[in-house]
């Protein structure tokens, strides 16, 4: 389902009701989804219930779904730990997305990541670093270390500060 933060960016929830007994994690839905849709299809957050609110036809009733928490703030990294061009990644998602601390290993859509920040991120790191890459790249290299190497690849260099 389509939702929308405070300031109105959209963002895509999926309402999960796991099987009697079986526990699921937002990382093995997107795993699942991930072989069927395209990523860009793919919820950034995950709510598990108990059972879908109905309305007295029967249909869901959307309106009684609840909504997500804000996701959680990433673990910081010591910027050491990874080299140049993933801290400039990280960088410029930290400024796209309006958030600090950032991790080289966290993933874009766990972050709160949607598709017209992965675009402007994009665009940012298209025009700035001279980057032959487009949101498909981005979308299959969705952490700082993992768009860095692709990066790296089709020899982008970061611009200095």
Not at 46 to 67: C, H, Q, T, V, Y
Request: aromatic share 6%; hydrophobic share 45%; with cysteine.
């Amino acid at each position: 389902m389509a939702r929308h933060d405070r300031v109105g960016e959209g963002f895509l929830v999926g309402y999960v009701v796991p099987e009697p007994g079986r526990l699921l994690t937002a990382a093995q839905c997107r795993e699942h989804l991930a072989r069927t849709v395209p990523a860009h299809s793919i919820p950034g957050r995950f709510f598990f219930l108990s059972g879908i609110p109905l309305l007295p036809n029967g249909k869901a009733d959307r309106s009684a779904l609840p909504f997500p928490e804000e996701p959680a703030a990433p673990a910081a990294e010591a910027p050491a730990a990874h080299d140049a061009l993933v801290t400039a990644v990280i960088g410029v998602w930290e400024d796209v997305l309006g958030r600090q601390g950032i991790g080289a290993h966290d993933e874009f859509s766990e972050i709160g990541g949607q598709s017209l920040a992965a675009m402007e991120i994009v665009g940012r790191i298209r025009e700035g670093w001279g980057a032959a890459t487009g949101l498909a790249a981005f979308l299959d290299h969705s952490t700082p270390t993992r768009y860095a190497a692709h990066l790296r690849a089709a020899g982008a260099v970061a611009p200095e500060n």
